[in-house]
């Protein structure tokens, strides 16, 4: 038999409804998606690697979610959700969890030029560091619940993709922040790509 890391969640969607589920990883898939992403053998420097990187990361973890999968399943059947309310309960539960900022080097405050990452550390920010790439993978996060913005997005990426929507992963140097794009008819912030705005 294989173990299962299990975490009950409840949270709330944008119109305060509240929902629960287990998100459940296989202890197995978590040390093959954590084995995986350390015997990367590329360097970041310059996005199209980090592009690369991300894309060979969500390759091998798509097929490793089942378990959240059928809690989704679970939802969307039971409370009869439909295409952008089901989009906004992934997306809510998600972001449900605390933030952990994920590092490649240490969570040392001095070591950093960047305000955000200085300022949060400073004021005992949670960090997780030496992790490669500064990055967990999905099954990684799902297990341990601690991610920052390019390792949710990269999660929502892969299950939003999973239900078929479309979806972007944006990412700005400038703001080094990451962000989830989906093309759906809901106000608020978009960008452009390819002739489809991504909310």
């Given at each position: 038999g294989d173990s299962i890391i299990s975490h009950h969640r409840i949270w709330q969607d944008y119109d305060s409804h509240t929902y629960s589920g287990d998100l459940?990883?296989?202890v197995s898939d978590f040390r093959?998606?954590?084995?995986?992403?350390?015997?990367?053998?590329?360097?970041?420097q310059e996005p199209?690697?980090?592009?690369?990187?991300?894309?060979?990361?969500?390759?091998?973890?798509?097929?490793?979610?089942?378990?959240?999968?059928?809690?989704?399943?679970?939802?969307?059947?039971?409370?009869?959700?439909?295409?952008?309310?089901?989009?906004?309960?992934i997306t809510s539960c998600i972001q449900d969890i605390p933030?952990?900022?994920?590092?490649?080097?240490?969570?040392?405050?001095?070591?950093?030029?960047?305000?955000?990452i200085r300022k949060y550390l400073q004021d005992g920010g949670k960090c997780e560091g030496y992790v490669k790439f500064g990055l967990f993978s999905p099954t990684?996060?799902?297990?341990?619940?601690?991610?920052?913005?390019?390792?949710?997005t990269l999660l929502l990426f892969t299950i939003l993709n999973h239900y078929n929507y479309d979806v972007a992963?944006?990412?700005?140097?400038?703001?080094?922040?990451?962000?989830?794009?989906?093309n759906l008819p809901i106000a608020g912030v978009?960008?452009?790509?390819?002739g489809k705005q991504y909310v």
């Amino acid at each position: 038999g294989d173990s299962i890391i299990s975490h009950h969640r409840i949270w709330q969607d944008y119109d305060s409804h509240t929902y629960s589920g287990d998100l459940e990883i296989r202890v197995s898939d978590f040390r093959g998606a954590n084995n995986f992403r350390n015997n990367l053998n590329f360097s970041v420097q310059e996005p199209s690697q980090y592009d690369y990187i991300v894309s060979r990361i969500y390759d091998f973890n798509k097929n490793k979610l089942g378990r959240i999968y059928t809690m989704f399943d679970s939802l969307k059947r039971t409370n009869g959700l439909k295409e952008i309310q089901f989009a906004e309960v992934i997306t809510s539960c998600i972001q449900d969890i605390p933030y952990t900022l994920i590092l490649d080097n240490a969570c040392n405050p001095n070591q950093y030029n960047d305000d955000f990452i200085r300022k949060y550390l400073q004021d005992g920010g949670k960090c997780e560091g030496y992790v490669k790439f500064g990055l967990f993978s999905p099954t990684e996060f799902m297990g341990s619940l601690e991610g920052d913005c390019d390792t949710r997005t990269l999660l929502l990426f892969t299950i939003l993709n999973h239900y078929n929507y479309d979806v972007a992963m944006l990412g700005s140097e400038l703001y080094k922040h990451s962000v989830i794009g989906i093309n759906l008819p809901i106000a608020g912030v978009s960008k452009r790509i390819n002739g489809k705005q991504y909310v």
